[in-house]
């Protein structure tokens, strides 16, 4: 790989945790954002392993399973939000309106 490529996928989880932290308005955005941190992160750990010659690649399967655990969590709650609430507006999530 090229060392354009290896910056690259060195600096995406910290893309996708900025890109997390500035897109709050709709829940989809923020469950696609923590998507993109498990992608990024399933990319730069076993990238992290090979630079430090350990050969476990496990790790990887699982932050995959988790990342799909993840997202069916996410989903799921935000079936439920809409269909309380009506929209998927994280600003609407207020203790407030009780």
Known sequence: MSN???????LMPF???T???LNQTHFLMTLL???SITLSL???????????S???TAMAVI????GV???????????SMSRLYGNDMLKSLTLSKC
């Not at 399933?42 to 430090?52: D, K, R």
């Not at 932050?63 to 988790?66: G, I, P």
């Open 33 to 35: 954002s923590l998507e």
């Open 15 to 17: 893309m996708a945790i």
């Open 42 to 52: 399933v990319l730069f750990i076993p990238l992290m392993l090979m630079n430090a």
């Open 63 to 66: 932050l995959l399973t988790f």
């Open 19 to 21: 890109n997390m932290l």
């Open 69 to 79: 655990c993840e997202a069916s969590l996410g989903l799921s709650l935000m079936v």
């Open 54 to 56: 350990a050969t476990n």
């Open 4 to 10: 354009t490529s290896l910056m690259i996928l060195y």
